[in-house]
């Protein structure tokens, strides 16, 4: 049950990293894609979005996440094919680190955020929710079944 209720946290929170993601990539490509998100003295996406650091290695951050969440989805979907059985421990592994991952890259592009830019992406800030909430989803899905939590 447990496992199966993790699962589909894992599905549903990659899913919708990969919507934002899907969105604010369509904001680098395409034009005419409006952008929904105000624009005040801390909270202010089109500053962010159009600054240098949203720019690693020739690509927009948009799709390195695009991409992170894709490959994201894929493991968590591998991961409840299991049903209610416990994730094989390899797998596990492999998503733990991959999710790993991404939350230095959180870190990353929060400092960039607020240390460099000055600003604040609300689609951004809700990617970063989004990963670190896959990061507990994922060790807690290591968990040995009744572990109790210390207080």
Do not use: N
Not at 20 to 45: E, K, M
Not at 136 to 147: D, E, L, S, T
């Amino acid at each position: 049950m447990r496992s199966t209720r993790l699962g589909r946290a894992r599905v549903a929170l990659t899913a919708v990293g990969l919507a934002i993601a899907v969105y604010l990539t369509l904001l680098h490509y395409v034009t005419g894609v409006p952008l929904v998100c105000g624009r005040g003295a801390l909270v202010d996406c089109e500053t962010v979005l159009q600054s240098p650091s949203a720019v690693v290695l020739g690509l927009p951050v948009a799709l390195w996440g695009l991409l992170w969440f894709a490959v994201a989805l894929v493991l968590a979907l591998l991961s409840a094919r299991g049903g209610g059985d416990p994730e094989p421990p390899r797998l596990w592994g492999i998503g733990f680190t991959w999710t790993l991952i991404g939350t230095v890259a959180v870190l990353r592009l929060v400092y960039q955020e607020i240390g460099v830019i000055g600003k604040i992406c609300a689609w951004c800030t809700a990617v970063h929710v989004l990963v670190l909430a896959l990061l507990v989803v994922q060790v807690q899905a290591h968990r040995p079944r009744g572990a109790a939590s210390s207080s």
